[in-house]
């Protein structure tokens, strides 16, 4: 079970940071990261690290503006996001996987999303 938390409406140019807390089978996962899906648009890749933070993606969309990172326990996994624009408007979903995943593939475990509302 993932459980995604920090969402809420924030206004352009702000920060903020989601958070995502994995248990039971997902606890120890690999690989854990971020999805989102905006209004009538696929859902995308965010970002994405390794259970030791040791290997992070970044969607280009995001470059220079997110930081991803796991926590010690390798059960969490946390996205900053920094110069918030409009078009970051979303449900940000936290997801994981085992080693096995690649990217372009979506991930095998997901939680229930988190709105991020970005007003202009």
């Known amino acids: 079970q993932l459980q995604a938390s920090g969402g809420g409406l924030v206004q352009a140019g702000d920060s903020l940071r989601l958070s995502c807390v994995a248990s039971g089978r997902t606890s120890s996962s690999h690989w854990m990261g971020w999805f989102r899906q905006a209004p009538n648009k696929e859902r995308e890749i965010v970002a994405a690290a390794s259970w030791n933070g040791g290997q992070k993606y970044y969607a280009d969309s995001v470059k220079g503006r997110a930081y991803v990172s796991r926590g010690n326990d390798r059960g969490t996994v946390y996205l900053r996001l920094s110069d918030l624009e409009p078009e970051d408007t979303a449900i940000y979903y936290c997801?994981?996987?085992?080693?096995?995943?690649?990217?372009?593939?979506?991930?095998?475990?997901w939680g229930q999303g988190t709105l991020v509302t970005v007003s202009s």
């Open positions: 997801a994981a996987d085992s080693p096995a995943w690649s990217l372009g593939d979506p991930m095998t475990y």
